[in-house]
């Protein structure tokens, strides 16, 4: 089960001040150690979970049509070891405001650099990024590789990098195509979201879940019926400047690990 290699493999590799939210910080509730709040970025209410640890912190990014909820089981555990845990829903899913730009890989990596600095966990921090979120931290190393102890990206290809002109050519990414043509997904898809979703978890995810039936955290499909779905569309869509991520890549000093 690749996720709980992850969850290992994290506990593994990884070993400040500990976590003090900013004053512009509005703290939601706390349940099991986990501190749900919300930060403004630029104008952007950014929604963040918190585990507040040791002196070390790790940064944990969602892919598409998931939010910060999948990192709920794996928090805790970092936390135990010592860690600080920052679990972000990024811009334009979950909880977290749906403007109508800024959704290329180094903008949202801007934005969760200026979380961590909120909240008072930076700058070093160890990053993780699960699907779409892989290449937000690669773009995040990338720019800000003094910043960064450790990199670990799994389940994406990246743009820049062998093999991604193949993968997206290819059958597996047609959704890269087609949420890319403006205006048609999202009338195709209306009133069928939770279903569109359902797919992705259930049909291509190595673990199916067949659990997800109504909308829940998990999938996203709750931000639904309080927002706009082009957002979510937005953040997967390839644009000029995500396939350009690789373009200030030069210098990397940081650990990497690929996890395919």
């Known amino acids: 089960m690749r996720f709980y290699f992850l969850v290992a493999l994290m506990l593994g590799t990884f070993a400040g001040i500990?976590?003090?939210?900013?004053?512009?910080?509005?703290?939601?509730?706390?349940?099991?150690?986990?501190?749900?709040?919300?930060?403004?970025?630029?104008?952007v209410a950014y929604h963040y979970l918190l585990a507040q640890g040791g002196p070390k912190t790790v940064?944990?990014?969602?892919?598409?049509?998931?939010?910060?909820?999948?990192?709920?089981?794996?928090?805790?555990?970092?936390a135990t070891q010592?860690?600080?845990?920052l679990a972000p829903d990024l811009r334009g899913l979950g909880d977290t405001a749906k403007p109508l730009a800024g959704y290329d890989?180094?903008?949202i990596a801007e934005d969760i650099r200026k979380l961590v600095s909120n909240l008072g966990i930076g700058p070093l921090v160890n990053?993780?990024?699960?699907?779409?979120?892989?290449?937000?931290?690669?773009?995040?190393?990338?720019?800000?590789?003094?910043?960064?102890?450790?990199l670990a990206i799994m389940d994406v290809p990246l743009p820049g990098i062998e093999p991604w002109d193949d993968l997206i050519q290819g059958p597996r990414t047609w959704h890269f195509r087609f949420h890319s043509v403006r205006d048609v997904p999202e009338m195709l898809i209306a009133g069928r979201e939770l279903e569109y979703l359902k797919w992705f978890h259930n049909a291509e995810g190595v673990n199916s879940l067949p659990s997800i039936t109504k909308p829940t955290k998990f999938t996203d499909a709750h931000m639904l019926s309080q927002g706009r779905f082009e957002p979510a569309l937005n953040t997967i869509a390839p644009s000029p400047k995500t396939l350009k991520l690789t373009d200030y890549s030069r210098s990397r000093s940081c650990r990497c690990r690929f996890l395919p």
């Open 59 to 78: 940064v944990l990014l969602h892919g598409w049509g998931t939010t910060s909820y999948m990192w709920r089981h794996v928090m805790p555990q970092l």
């Open 105 to 107: 890989k180094a903008s």
């Open 82 to 85: 010592g860690y600080t845990v």
């Open 127 to 150: 990053l993780v990024g699960h699907d779409m979120g892989g290449m937000v931290v690669y773009a995040y190393a990338a720019k800000y590789a003094n910043d960064v102890e450790t």
């Open 18 to 43: 500990p976590a003090v939210p900013a004053a512009n910080d509005t703290i939601i509730d706390t349940s099991h150690s986990i501190i749900d709040g919300k930060s403004d970025v630029d104008g």
